[in-house]
């Protein structure tokens, strides 16, 4: 069945999004072109354009971020709290001011639907700057008696499916906290980390307490290979994630790892089915799927399996693929051209195990990154799929009759970062949480978050917590 509704168009105006031709590197508070003149292009997803070059960060301008971050860090961690508050509290006002035009230009590089970025990345990120700017003269309270004290200078990077809001994580808390900081954003969406610079000089933040460099992978290498930071906090996949845990034992650094996930979402015969149908869609096809915590195991209790299945490839059917500026798209473009390869070679890999596919017949653009929202059935607790993390729409079924039985599946895994039941009962939403091995585990939810509450992982989903009073407590020394 295709979309039975027809949709109109509705597109976001781009009007509000001046992108340049070019942007350089964000160092001590000026655009400093890359010491090696080397430039790469950032595109967008769902046209294969090309939006803007944006600088390739070599060792010399790692260099000159780290000292530029080096020398502000003694007057910034100086300035009274209070007033440190003031200028991130004006960042978050300004995020505001220009939320349309972020969202937009987050949409055009990364590919995500225009309702989220708008709804989602933008006003959380706004919301995570308001949230520190309000501890930023209050950390005594927040630590009572244990003279709470910034690190110095922290080298933060980060990935690609929530640009601006994982920008907004890093960099919030490490002010509030008295250090200045050098941010690599990912490779296919600098944009909205460059929009963030322009604002932060627009603040008038001092020079050097915000650097953002952009740069491939190997940028990322000399930033944590590098001796002047005291922290490393990185967001990403697991494998990059345990090389930065390596340079950071070898520096000596205090180091947050926020890495992959493969989260169960359970589904009990007494939960409210239509809105656990929604929260299966919100877990798994929110952002294409391109998030770290999606519920990529679902759970079912066998008793009401067929109807959950029947009702949720019923609402699958609805589900609208394409367009990122239109507002009623559900599915965006896939982030990468290489991220929808690796997402290809699991539908094989899925397939060649013996499970059973479903993707609606939805029409696809024929320019750009696209995958059909999929699921598989007939999927086995060893199979590939249903333990490696795919970071696509990609969402693998499996059944359990009892508690027990499903807590043992859940926690098969080598991750550990979020999770999420469905039931009527709060007695065994308790005895789930308890048993859960993950950082976050939503009951009657699912993918909610708050600048207030903590997120991150146990095993191979990293450690150390960001959001909340714990996320302070990564970039302060006692
Ligand atoms: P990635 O390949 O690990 O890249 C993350 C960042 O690290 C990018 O900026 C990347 O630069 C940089 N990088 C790559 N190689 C590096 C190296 N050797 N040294 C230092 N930095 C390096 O991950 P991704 O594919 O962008 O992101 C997807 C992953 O992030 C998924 O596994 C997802 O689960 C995880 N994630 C976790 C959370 C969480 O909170 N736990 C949140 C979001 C995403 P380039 O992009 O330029 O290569
Ligand atoms: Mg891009």
Redesign the pocket.
Known sequence: MSNEWNLAPAAESTSSAEIKERYELFINGEWQAPSDGNYFETISPASEESLAQVAAAGQKDVDRAFEAANAAFKPWSALPAAERGKYIYRIARMIQERSRELAVVESLDGGKPIRESRDIDVPLAAAHFFYYAGWADKLEYAFPQRDPKPLGVAAQ??????PLL?AA?KIAPALACGNTVVL??????PLTALKLAEIIKDAGLPPGVVNIIT??????????AHKIPKKLA????????K??YK?ALQGNKKVT?????KAANIIFDDAPIEAAVEGIINGIYFNQG?????GSRLFVQESVYDQVLMKLKRRMDQLVVGDPLDKNTDIGAINSKS?LQTIEEYLEVGRAEGSEIYQPECELPEIGYWCRPTLFTNVAQSNRIAQE?I?GPVLAIQTFRTIEEVIDKANNTPYG?SAGVWTDKGSKIFQLTKAMKA?VVWANTFNKFDPTSP???YKE??FGR?GGIHGLSAYLDF
Request: proline fraction near 4%; hydrophobic fraction near 40%.
């Open positions: 990077i980060i990935p690609w499916n929530f994982m994580w690599k954003p990912a490779e296919t969406t740069g491939a992978g190997e940028t990322g290498a000399m930033m944590t990185f967001t990403g996949s697991t494998d990059v994630g090389m930065i340079a790892l926020e890495l992959g996930g391109h998030v770290c915590c999606a991220q993390e970071f970062l950082g997120f991150g992982g989903s990293g960001e």
